[in-house]
């Protein structure tokens, strides 16, 4: 609260209070000099004994010496001006005795230190700093006290002992009143610091009264306002409580109000329900027996509105019923003896005509008023129906199939002649039980009010059994049978056909494999021994020879390698392994393969990106790789001049999964449009004459357009003739989350070997390499022999895997064992995979590496868990085997030198 609206009453209660922290802090801060001044008398009383030892230490008078006048003087006097002033302050702290004791003692320390240095003129400052320490205590009294002292001494001194004081044996009063003047002119300054900072102290104590009494008025009216607050904040509290009561009554009414209103809305469409009703529902008036009410289908069904039925009783609508009869079925309710009347009877509608109806009454209330409720079914159809049962029963013989009847215990009510067989097979008959599984499944069928068919196995016929429940008085349950046993052998045939289909696609499936290692056995020694009369023929005729066995039996291992796939994919046993992989390497890996092929043509061949595709995408690099090949393959085989061009662009519609799509074009023959559909097709071209001119099975685009369908995808072409065409297909991408996508253009690696035939190095990557070559082919031994003997192997061959798994062991034992081993993995006697898992059981540890002409999938892991380290296909590629072999050779003795 602002100063300047206090009272004078509260002003003179501020000024009061300054007075007291006034004189509080004074006495605060004399107790504090005062202790002060205690310490730093003691620390110059032994200061004042320590310059006495180094300063004169002793007197001599002639050869005798003895303590200096000096060093007792310190030492009595010093303690006798300090022991007192320091007793004071411990017992009498902030008294104006030892305030001026305390003076008096410092300024007689000042002087004993003049006097024991002989009145050097440096040991007068200490009167100075003494004064200045003395206005600490902020007192012009202890000054007034101290300056006396001082005075006295000089004078005294000056006067009678001069030497003490000035130094000098004699000196002038002016040297005395000089001295005096400067301890004057030193207090004068003193007084008024002194006099300046007694102000501030009071005013700060004004201040803080004044700043006490403020914060003492605003705590008041804080209390005040606050005791204001706590009391509306009851008198809310009382409102809230008494508006909460009031709100939970209003939202009881409200919640009765609305269940109530949920009750009428309940009741309104149960009546509209029971109004819908096609049975029959009547109210009755229990006195006069007048109907009240009748549902619509009451109404409908008997034919009189609801004011005709009001005039009328149940007796003028029941056919055969009088009044004392109804009075007579009714007095059981009316007495409270029975909770319900049911009974069967026939009801005649208004224009004369009857109908039979099962009656169930009860007594009810209907607001306050007491009423009978009579709901009425119709029967018409169940005695129609039973009619036709029992018409069924009275011919039996008509029917060819079983019919029966049982009850709801599981007795076998009826049965017709076509029944024989069945009730034969369950060994029963009429008036007997029928088998626990057909009485259980009678049980369920009126349990559920619903028909259940189930087959029946009767030796050597089959039956479909349907039961049927007949709820009625009495339940029971029908049983109409029918013979499948026809229809059952056509489902057996129909297994043993598709079991004879698997067998032979079985069949064909191993055929495909024998014929696969039987062709690439001998294909492997061809193709090899004509890379060898390759790099040695010298006549340009023998190299054409070599050349055109080396592509001829390509040709035919790529056709085996074709039937194979297709083989897979029909059988539906070509897995894919999709795989997070680079689609710009495997555009990069297709663009080195195939630029060289269209180069040779003449071609043209751009492999570009149409926009930003992903980083890496989730599908089966190898599958992608062959669609691509197959399809480039084809463009620059059947296009003689132009370009063929591969567009690749991503298809990310939010709509649709993210697809890769490429498109494959050519400048070349192009096809008939009526052509088309038969592409895709197995051993299928356009034209039967392409295959004379340019070659080919037509298993490429069957075996892409299945790959396109696995990876996700479709393929599609358009083409017209002397144009070229457009083979177009995608595959899905995968989930693109946090994929990046990058933008470039496909460019093939520059190779500076122009020359076709393989690159073969001078060195011996093999050199001192002990092999051994386990093959049954003596063709493929000379081979494989010369092959590595060339890297600089020395080469043991084994015909089966027997001999090699004892050549192995031999060479273990005589601590000479092979660096590695090929291995063929079908050979007579002990084939491949026996042989590697008995090597790796003798704890053979060098590299095993498969050579097979097996090259369906799941070939190359049956090698791995054999125990092989790696897997070739024959016909082997030469310079791939000296590099897997040197490889593993060079892997086995890297981790040995790591071992030792």
């Not at 007048?290 to 005709?308: C, D, P, Q, S, T």
């Not at 089966?800 to 050549?807: A, H, M």
């Amino acid at each position: 609260m602002p100063t300047r609206i206090l009272s004078a009453t509260m002003n003179e209660t501020a000024s009061k209070r300054a007075d007291e922290l006034f004189t509080v802090n004074r006495r605060d801060l004399y107790r504090r000099t005062d202790r002060l001044f205690a310490c730093l008398m003691i620390v110059q009383w032994f200061a004042a004994i320590g310059a006495a030892f180094l300063v004169t230490p002793r007197t001599w008078i002639g050869s005798v010496s003895e303590t200096h006048l000096h060093v007792w003087a310190a030492i009595l006097f010093g303690g006798l001006i300090t022991l007192f002033p320091v007793l004071l302050t411990y017992l009498r702290p902030g008294a104006t005795l030892t305030r001026h004791s305390i003076a008096i003692g410092q300024m007689l320390t000042s002087s004993l230190l003049i006097h024991l240095s002989g009145g050097r003129i440096e040991t007068h400052f200490h009167i100075f700093g003494s004064l200045a320490f003395l206005a600490f205590y902020r007192d012009w009294r202890v000054l007034v006290t101290a300056t006396t002292v001082v005075v006295i001494d000089h004078t005294a001194f000056g006067l009678f002992y001069p030497q003490a004081v000035f130094g000098t044996l004699s000196a002038s009063p002016w040297r005395i009143v000089e001295h005096g003047a400067w301890v004057v002119f030193e207090d004068i300054f003193l007084l008024i610091a002194i006099n300046q900072s007694l102000r501030e102290m009071r005013a700060m104590a004004q201040q803080r009264a004044t700043l006490e009494e403020t914060n003492e008025t605003v705590e008041t009216e804080v209390q005040k306002r606050t005791h204001e607050l706590h009391s509306a904040n009851q008198l809310i509290s009382e409102n809230n409580r008494i508006l909460e009561q009031k709100t939970l009554e209003l939202k009881q009414q409200a919640e009765e109000l609305l269940a109530a209103n949920e009750r009428a809305e309940q009741l309104s469409a149960f009546g509209k329900i029971l109004d819908q009703s096609h049975n029959e529902i009547f109210i009755g008036d229990p006195e006069t027996y007048h109907f009240i009410y009748a549902n619509r289908g009451a109404r409908l069904n008997i034919g009189y509105n609801l004011e005709e039925l009001q005039k009328l009783t149940p007796v003028d609508i029941t056919s055969g019923l009088t009044k004392p009869d109804l009075e007579r079925m009714l007095e059981p309710l009316k007495l409270g003896l029975q909770s319900y009347v049911e009974l069967n009877s026939i009801h005649r509608r208004k224009d004369g005509s009857e109908y039979p109806v099962e009656v169930h009454i009860e007594s009810s209330v209907l607001g306050t008023r007491k009423v009978f409720v009579a709901v009425i079914l119709d029967i018409t159809e169940q005695q129609r129906s039973s009619k036709a049962i029992e018409r069924l029963s009275r011919f039996p013989d008509e029917d060819s199939n079983p019919v029966m009847r049982a009850s709801a215990d599981g007795t076998l009510l009826y049965a017709n002649k076509s029944s024989k067989h069945l009730l034969d097979f369950w060994e029963t008959q009429k008036e007997k039980p029928l088998p626990d599984e057909i009485y259980y499944t009678c049980q369920q069928a009126l349990e559920k009010c619903e028909p259940i068919e189930l087959e029946i196995d009767a030796i050597d016929r089959y039956y479909s059994l349907i039961v049927t429940p007949i709820a009625k008085e009495e339940s029971y349950v029908n049983l109409y049978a029918t013979d499948i046993t026809s229809r059952k052998h056509a489902e057996v045939d129909l297994i043993k056909a598709k079991e004879v289909a698997e067998a032979a696609n079985r069949a064909k499936s191993e055929f495909l494999t024998n014929m696969s290692h039987e062709i690439r056995t001998p294909m492997n020694a061809i193709l090899g021994f004509s890379d060898l009369i390759l790099d040695s023929a010298g006549e340009p005729g023998e190299v054409e020879s070599a050349r055109t066995i080396k592509e001829n039996g390509e040709f035919l291992i790529k056709l085996i390698t074709d039937i194979l796939d297709l083989s897979s994919i029909e059988s539906e046993k070509l897995l894919v392994e999709l795989v997070r992989c680079s689609p710009h390497e495997i555009m990069r890996k297709v663009v080195s393969l195939m630029k060289l092929q269209a180069k040779t043509k003449g071609l043209e061949f751009d492999f570009r990106i149409d926009g930003p595709i992903p980083e890496t995408i989730h599908t089966d690099p190898t599958r992608l790789t062959q669609i691509l090949i197959n399809l480039i393959g084809n463009a620059i085989k059947f296009t003689e001049t132009g370009t063929v061009e591969v567009i690749a662009r991503l298809m990310n519609e939010q709509s649709q999964q993210p697809q890769l799509q490429f498109d494959i074009i050519d400048t070349g023959i192009g096809i008939a449009e009526d052509k088309t559909h038969m592409l895709f097709l197995p051993f299928t071209q356009a034209d039967g004459s392409m295959t004379r001119k340019y070659g080919g099975t037509g298993l490429g685009l069957a075996i892409s357009k299945r790959l396109t369908e696995l990876l996700g995808g479709t393929i599609s072409v358009t083409s017209t003739p002397g144009k070229g065409s457009l083979f177009s297909f995608t595959i899905n991408t995968g989930s693109l989350d946090n994929i990046r996508l990058i933008e470039g253009h496909i460019t093939a690696p520059v190779s500076k070997k122009t020359d076709s035939k393989p690159e073969i190095s001078n060195e011996l990557p093999l050199l001192n390499q002990h092999i051994l070559v386990t093959e049954d082919g003596i063709d493929n031994q000379r081979l494989i022999s010369f092959i590595l003997k060339k890297a600089g192997a020395e080469v043991s061959l084994a015909e089966n895997g027997q001999i090699s798994f004892d050549q192995a062991t031999a060479a273990m034992r005589d601590g000479s064992p092979f660096d590695a081993i090929l291995m063929d993995m079908q050979m007579p006697v002990l084939d491949g995979y026996n042989a590697t898992q008995q090597l790796r059981e003798a704890n053979f540890h060098g590299p095993i590496i498969a050579l097979t002409a097996h090259a369906l999938s799941g070939d190359r892991q049956k090698c791995i868990d054999a125990g092989c380290d790696d897997y070739l296909t024959k016909p082997i590629d030469r310079r791939k085997l000296i590099e897997v072999v040197a490889s593993y050779i060079h892997e086995r003795n890297q981790n040995q030198a790591y071992a030792n």
